[in-house]
Nanobody, 124 residues
Framework: VQLQAYGGGLVQTGGFLKLSCVASGGTDSRILLGWFRQAPGKEREFLAA????????HVVDSVKARFAISRDNAKNTVYLQMNSLKPEDTAVYYCAAEVQTSRAQVVRMRGAYWGQGTLVTVSS
């Protein structure tokens, strides 16, 4: 599975961005799609995942009130809508994919395939 992420950029505190990630190759399989981020000097952090049907999803508690994940299987695309952005959201955001074998996998995604990352910078 190849992943290409788009939509990063510079935004002011309180602003919003919508990241997109297009998947290709292997998308006829049951593929779980998700988002991670890595801030400078920190470990990569899992943010959200959505199941292959789009019916199940999970967003981690730390951003749940501000971020939302969705997918459009007709476009092989997963989205991350980010609202009320804060300087601490500054990071490289990565989309990820893995074969889904259970519904519960949305809450413990690790990522087997990775996109190249897109930088989000939130200015104060």
């Amino acid at each position: 599975v190849q992943l290409q992420a788009y939509g990063g950029g510079l935004v002011q505190t309180g602003g919003f961005l919508k990241l997109s990630c297009v998947a290709s190759g292997g998308t006829d399989s049951r593929i779980l799609l998700g988002w991670f981020r890595q801030a400078p000097g920190k470990e990569r952090e899992f943010l959200a995942a959505v199941g292959w049907t789009g019916e199940t999803s999970h967003v981690v508690d730390s951003v749940k009130a501000r971020f939302a994940i969705s997918r459009d299987n007709a476009k092989n695309t997963v989205y991350l809508q980010m609202n009320s952005l804060k300087p601490e959201d500054t990071a490289v955001y990565y989309c990820a994919a893995e074969v889904q074998t259970s519904r519960a996998q949305v809450v413990r995604m690790r990522g087997a395939y990775w996109g190249q990352g897109t930088l989000v910078t939130v200015s104060s």
